[in-house]
T-cell receptor, first 114, second 113 residues
């Protein structure tokens, strides 16, 4: 079956512009995660959605970052007024219901802020 | 705050060698530990997941062990092949309720033909 799909695969933007990154989780998966992978920093947790519960936003680095998940499926990560330090690969993962399970990752969106 | 360490950052071995990748974490109150593989420009592929109550998991030439009390895990790769060249990431879930993973920075493995 289809895996986690992320779009676009690459995004180049100018400093100060807003960007939207999209994640389509695996059908039926109730949990969705966003992570950021920066050069030299490793993978960092950003935000977590579980079903209809309020999201855990504890990993978002600033108020320029926000995310939403519509209808319990597709999620959009929005970065406003992008800065050069936002350049990274943004990875989305989903996992099925029923406890602590393997997280399945998408291929990521590589964001470059010029 | 949970911290995950993987040392060394890079490793180069000849084909056929058995090798061990190490991972350590600071807070033993974890729910599980996962090993992932990442190829250049690609996402992460889960290799093995070890629940906190388990000691090891095996899949083909891969064996992962977990010593929760000492905060350590190892990934054993038997008879390495050039196709095993990739970055291997260790991640723990917990403590905390939100299921987020805390990752190490990974070990970049190169298997020479």
């Amino acid at each position: 079956g289809a895996g986690v799909s992320q779009s676009p695969s690459n995004k180049v933007t100018e400093k100060g512009k807003d960007v939207e990154l999209r994640c389509d989780p695996i059908s039926g998966h109730t949990a969705l995660y966003w992570y950021r992978q920066s050069l030299g920093q490793g993978l960092e947790f950003l935000i977590y959605f579980q079903g209809n519960s309020a999201p855990d936003k504890s990993g978002l680095p600033s108020d320029r970052f926000s995310a939403e998940r519509t209808g319990g499926s597709v999620s959009t990560l929005t970065i406003q007024r992008t800065q050069q330090e936002d350049s990274a690969v943004y990875l989305c993962a989903s996992s099925p219901p029923g406890g602590r399970n393997i997280q399945y990752f998408g291929a990521g969106t590589r964001l470059s802020v010029l | 705050k949970q911290e995950v360490t993987q040392i060394p950052a890079a490793l180069s071995v000849p084909e056929g060698e058995n090798l061990v990748l190490n991972c350590s974490f600071t807070d033993s109150a974890i729910y599980n530990l996962q090993w992932f593989r990442q190829d250049p420009g690609k996402g992460l592929t889960s290799l093995l997941l070890i629940q906190s109550s388990q000691r090891e998991q095996t899949s083909g030439r891969l064996n992962a062990s977990l010593d929760k009390s000492s905060g350590r895990s190892t990934l054993y790769i038997a008879a390495s092949q050039p196709g095993d060249s990739a970055t291997y990431l260790c991640a723990v879930e917990g403590p905390g309720a939100n299921s987020k993973l805390t990752f190490g920075k990974g070990i970049t493995l190169s298997v020479r033909p």
